[in-house]
C-alpha cells in the first residue's frame, strides 16, 4: 500500500472549489498583522501527486514545460519543476514566486489543468513553504498543507532528524482556526518527509 494514499486517502476527488480554498492562505497572510504573531508565505509551494502510468508523468519536466504554455496565466516565477520519489511512487511539482497572490494563481491553474488531463484523483495536497514570526522569535518555518480529499489545512513544524514542534504547531493550528481556515482534525495532521521546499 502506498504511503501517500494511505495517509491521505484513496479517492482524491478534485474539487470545483479548490481555487477558493487555495486562496484561503492569501486571507491569512494579507492581514497586517495577527497581534503578535505574524505568518508569512516564503515565495514557494509545492504539489504533491500520486504516480500512475499516465504520460504526463514519463518525462514530467517536459509535461510541466507544455503545462506552463497551457496555463492561463503567464509563469512569472521560477519555472516549474518536477521530482519524482520511487519510494512512495509519487511526484513532486514546485512552484517559486515572491508574489503571493500569482504562486497561488499559479498553483490552481496547474492543478486545473492536471485535473482536465484525468488526473484530479492523483493530487494528494499542496503544501506552502511558510514562516510564522511571535514575540520575540522571529521567523520559524514552517508548512502548511491544503489535503486536497478533505480541503482543510494543517500546519506541519518540522525540527530535523523526523521530530516535529508539536508545540509550534498546535499554536498555528489554533490561529488558522481562528481566522476561519478550515483546519484537518489534529489526528489527521500526518508528518511528510523530503518535501523538496
Known amino acids: 500500500m502506498r504511503l501517500f494514499k494511505t495517509l491521505f486517502g484513496k479517492s482524491n476527488k478534485f474539487k470545483s472549489d479548490e481555487s477558493d480554498i487555495l486562496s484561503l492562505v492569501l486571507r491569512v497572510t494579507n492581514q497586517d498583522s495577527n497581534g503578535d ?4 508565505l516564503s515565495g514557494a509551494a509545492t504539489l504533491l501527486l500520486n504516480i500512475n502510468e499516465h504520460p504526463f508523468f514519463t518525462d514530467i519536466n517536459s509535461s510541466l514545460k507544455e503545462l506552463e504554455k497551457e496555463l492561463l496565466i503567464p509563469t512569472v516565477g521560477t519555472p516549474l519543476r518536477g521530482f519524482k520519489s520511487d519510494m512512495y511512487n509519487s511526484c513532486w511539482i514546485i512552484f517559486e514566486n515572491t508574489n503571493n497572490q500569482k504562486m497561488v494563481a499559479e498553483i490552481n491553474s496547474a492543478s486545473s489543468h492536471i485535473a ?3 488526473l484530479g484523483n492523483n493530487m ?4 506552502f513553504k511558510g514562516t510564522i514570526s511571535k514575540g520575540t522569535t ?5 508548512y502548511w498543507i491544503c489535503n486536497y480529499r478533505t480541503s482543510k489545512f494543517y500546519p506541519l513544524a518540522l525540527l ?3 521530530m516535529r514542534d508539536n508545540e509550534l504547531e498546535m499554536e498555528i493550528g489554533n490561529l488558522l482556526a481562528s481566522m476561519g481556515i478550515p483546519l484537518e482534525p489534529h489526528e489527521n495532521w500526518y508528518s511528510l518527509s523530503d518535501i523538496p521546499i
Open 37 to 40: 504573531r505574524d505568518i508569512n
Open 116 to 118: 482536465n488531463l484525468g
Open 124 to 127: 494528494t495536497a499542496a503544501i
Open 138 to 142: 522571529r521567523n520559524q518555518s514552517f
Open 160 to 162: 530535523g532528524n523526523e
